[in-house]
């Protein structure tokens, strides 16, 4: 599976983005997915994650209630929903396939990433 993540861009503190994952490749619909996001100078960091089916999600305390993770398999896209955001929220936020874990190694398969800025 490749993937390719979009719907970044600079909003205001207080406002919403949805990011999108397309996959390519068969096989998308037996993978759990995540997002994650690498601000400058920090290690990447688990945002949020989803089973294969969907019937399961996982976020980090940082982001719970205000962003929502989801997916359409007939479509192979996974969405990031985030809403209420903050400064501390401004990253590189990449998608990842093959896990619901929340360690960077336990994905198989990393997207691109797409730039979100926040300002104050």
């Known amino acids: 599976v490749q993937l390719q993540a979009s719907g970044g861009g600079l909003v205001q503190a207080g406002g919403s983005l949805r990011l999108s994952c397309a996959a390519s490749g068969r096989t998308f619909s037996t993978y759990g997915m995540g997002w994650f996001r690498q601000a400058p100078g920090k290690e990447r960091e688990f945002v949020a994650a989803?089973?294969?089916?969907?019937?399961?999600?996982y976020y980090a305390d940082s982001v719970k209630g205000r962003f929502t993770i989801s997916r359409d398999n007939g479509k192979n896209t996974v969405y990031l929903q985030m809403s209420s955001l903050k400064p501390e929220d401004t990253a590189v936020y990449y998608c990842a396939a093959g896990s619901t874990n929340w360690g960077v190694a336990s994905y198989d398969v990393w997207g691109q990433g797409t730039q979100v800025t926040v300002s104050s």
């Open positions: 989803i089973s294969w089916s969907g019937g399961s999600t």
